[in-house]
């Protein structure tokens, strides 16, 4: 398996399984002298972390970050920060029964087909845990970004038929399924208990906005902002759409109308344009449900049973800070890129005067 | 400006700008042995071509591909293959008078904030004709997908409000607009019309399908299958947003409805699992209208004018084939990275069988 | 800082300092089934450790390989492998006095003018301790390279004056300094330790050789054979030169000469030509000897001192299993490679064959 | 066939085959700002050009460099620059009798096997005019190299046995050998011709030097400067070894001797340590020899023959220009990374006070 890496200068490979020893993240590419601490990624890593309310699994892990490598008396050093987390409550139990079954709407089948073999432990490097490097990766690229005044904001903003009306991005941190509107949010708990209670899942939209991007970030041609935003995202399980400004809703209006401020959802011609950038992305309801489901085995043969374990009954919650995490990576790589675009200007003052 | 590369082991590099002397695309990494005729690419790029019918623009170029390395005696020999081709019909002077302001919603501006200078021609790099470099490269992958039995097909499935309602998507190609439903067809055309009448532009949603893909393509975690066509696709100037399978619509699912077939697009976990691929693509309306508009200048003052030139109403039935091409030449990439999934086995009898 | 990974397929990303908490590698890109246990690291990494002669640092690491994710069940899954190497013998006080001061012929003062900063603590990032997580992943690539029917070998060819005049490569791990030649390896070991003793330290010549590559390996133009090889093996820290075949002495013959077979290290146009593969590598004096030296400060002044510390007197004898680490990573990556330079083909019967 | 591409931000990417209709270079990564003219570019093409003495093949071609994208009004605009080179001279016949065979020396076998069939015309794409669109490359990277007042120059420090004794490098271009060393030139200028007139071809050692690099280029670990330049000149054809200042010289070095200045090449611990960039390169007698030798051909059948066509006698005065330029991009692409190595300062005054 390739495609464990991601990013051009600010790089970041992870590895781990749900039920291994240990999950990590090595970030290559950071600039040295960033004041860097293990508290910084802990904070993002409780956000995405099970247990936090009756809407997540209640698998427990403390997911506790430790730096092994990188920083040196609180800053980087400029040599890769490398993350470890270990795996604490591994129950490769209770996929027992089950165990040899493909899940339906996972990757199971397709992984089993494509290695010829599996680790059949709750998913084994396509598990959701994978994420936990994204973020702590993420962490990081955060810390970066403050230094040019950018922060990045998810929130959920509909889950199945349930939309937020109101609210600004950052009340979502206040109610358990991380939505802008408190009321809408109060709607949503209850639904998702609701099909949870029903053994189903459900699914939802969730946003993303970065405040205080610069214009000029993002390469034009391929690695568009928009476009790598996009391979960044749809690379986080569960996802399978993005749209940008308008997106879809652009097609019914004309041109006129979509030029103006408020459109682009931050990038034009794959560029940064000043506008805060916006994006929504499409979550599917998690496919581990624990209804009667048919699944096929690696015989081909199919067989009526019912899932075990421990699942969330939507993603949206905690795919949230997996979101912001893997947009501060991108955008943290289209900083340092950026410093590379023009002779004889230094790039960056901002950052320059943030620092100190 | 970096990211004028694409893929892994079948890589792209374009270069070319509207009105300079010529485009082209260096594809790298395709095997030795594959037929290929400067047909098999012209083909492609008269899908593509300007002046097709009165809905494009009457810039009028007959983007004839060039083979300039690459391939000896009717076949690939596994160097570089490059292929040229020249610009015919530059116009700088259309661009006379607001030559210097930005177009609004066009990335003149973000272009400027990031180079300090900009190609004012017509859009320069950022032009749409840019994507005539991209179909020359999806022509060779597709050429190499069909060893595969692969076919991709691409298509517009609405425009402004009107949609496709019924229709097999290779009926696309006997319209003007790409559309499957022959009937929707005359409408979006006669809607494209008026709209430019009204010197307004339309946007639209590009579905694409490719059948004939094994299950085991695409990498986990990162360069997941659907994750590297949202880069590739959304890489093209125009597009907004992609969903795959129910995409958005999935968040008004349960999970035991999502978990059944024909939802996943042909993608589970980021691997293809053996269901013809399915995506769909927003594409904004035309920015260049020729209404009077505010445009800026390098100096942020403003001016109330109108564009002149030849510009497409719509971009749709030009940038199927584009989409078409960019999915070629991702499949064409993972294809050969699924050589490397496993040891001990040949990877792909199918394409061995198939070449002969 | 960039630079952290190498690879294109088979990708192999490390971290680690000296003084830190543990090093590590993640390979990316091992095909699955391959089986892999963590003696299989173990025995390499035992070949590189510090103690196992009176010729090495005292230092005592067990260097402890433990695999953290991407084997299950004894065999790789695809998923990326991680080893960890816990470092135990951390004595950063040994730095005490000199640890501001930058060493004469090391990294220090070019890491801490690139940087800013610096981890002092025995070198950081560019000890030598780096080296280990490139054995583990070394160790991976010779197991996948078994499939293959290679076999890697390097040794020792000369010692300061002294070389090697006869004896079988194999022979090089029957002596402390891995000389093939056992009765030249009695003088080189008397001549190391009398440098020692004498507080200097000694360079020499290290050969490295792989029998079994079929004909096609290398990418041509900028990724031949022994180009990436030369990028792998310069990028082992005190090497400063690298010949293939007849190298330097090539510019003495005639090209009729030159032409047969023994002269071109198993290397034409970039490509191996199924002749053994052999270079030979330049390693300098260890910086670090326990002479008075001038010592330059941040601040520029210069102070007359002696290093204190664990430091090997010869590089040779521990880095003969660094090379072959890197000669291994670099083959694994272009086996996978060579799957796709044809169409039509299952590139590697050989693999097949020996797999099972 | 990957490895057409070289570099992580500066870019390039060649095309072309000896008998094909045209060579080109893609540089993608080169800021904007940038002064560049075709005349750069000619300037060192001419350099390379065959004809230009009687030490070189009397093949004549103009190799005019046409700039085709990326160049606007006399500056870079950020956007890919592509360079094109018209083969005009192309005589396939010459090709006629051994063109199926395989020429000792040449890739020619291993290309073959490889990929399966071969552009027998001339070396194809392994033949020494790809180099072309190496020295177009380095022209550019030359340009942005000025910026920071870096100048790079090779020449001819041996032929066969004949070296140079003293003068300084700038005096290589006033001979036809481009040595240093005028009296040791006309030396080696006879020796050549006299081997030429036995049929036969000659090598020798060329050197480069590079000047007012800062300190801190180069990254740690895998992409070490040194690494990444024995990378870059291993990759052009005749290359069989490099080594960095004292080179394997220094194994006979104590440890304190070879700390001192000027044993270092300019480069400790893969970063450029402010002392001159100094390498030594292996240059192998031209393969293309006009005396009877043993060709292999498609069937291992062997044939006794000899090799018509036009090949330089010896590679060093044409190969000092591409060494030059492989020089160049590397240094270009350290430039830039090196603007993303810390946090919170500009990297590169120096640019910016050169540039006005």
Redesign the interface.
Known sequence: ??????G??F?V?????SH?????A?I???????PLSAADIQKELDRRRPGQSALTTPRKEPDVA?I???V??G????????V?IVNENQRPSDYGDTARLFR????????F???????YRGG???SGR?TAARVAAGAVAKK?LG?YGIRICAWTE????IAAKSGAPENAESNAVRCRDAEAAAEMEAYIQA?AA?K??????VACRADGLP??????????L???L??????V?GV?????????A???????????PGH??GV??????GEPLFF?V????????F?T?IFRGEDGTETETALRGRHDPCLCPRIVPVIEAMTAVVLADFA??????????????T??KT??
């Open positions: 398996m390739s495609g464990n890496t991601f051009t200068v790089r490979t992870t590895y781990g399984e291994g020893p240990a999950l990590g090595v290559d590419g950071c600039p040295s002298g960033l430790v092994e490598s990188g040196f008396e800053r980087t050093t400029g040599a890769p920060i490398a470890r339906p709407g996972h990757a199971d089948r397709t992984w087909e494509k290695y010829g073999l599996r680790d084994g490097r396509s994978e970066l230094l509909s889950i199945g038929p099909k029903e189903e899942s459900v699914g939802g939209v214009v000029g970030w993002g390469e034009p041609v391929f690695d568009k928009d476009a790598v996009a391979h960044a995202v749809l690379s399980g399978k759409g993005i749209e940008f400004g308008s997106g879809f652009a097609s019914l209006l004309c041109g006129s109308e979509n030029n103006r682009s959802g034009l011609g794959g560029i940064s344009d929504r499409a979550v599917k309801p998690t496919p581990s449900v209804k489901q340092l890129l950026g410093r590379c675009s023009r002779t004889g200007k230094p790039a960056l003052q950052e320059e620092l100190k």
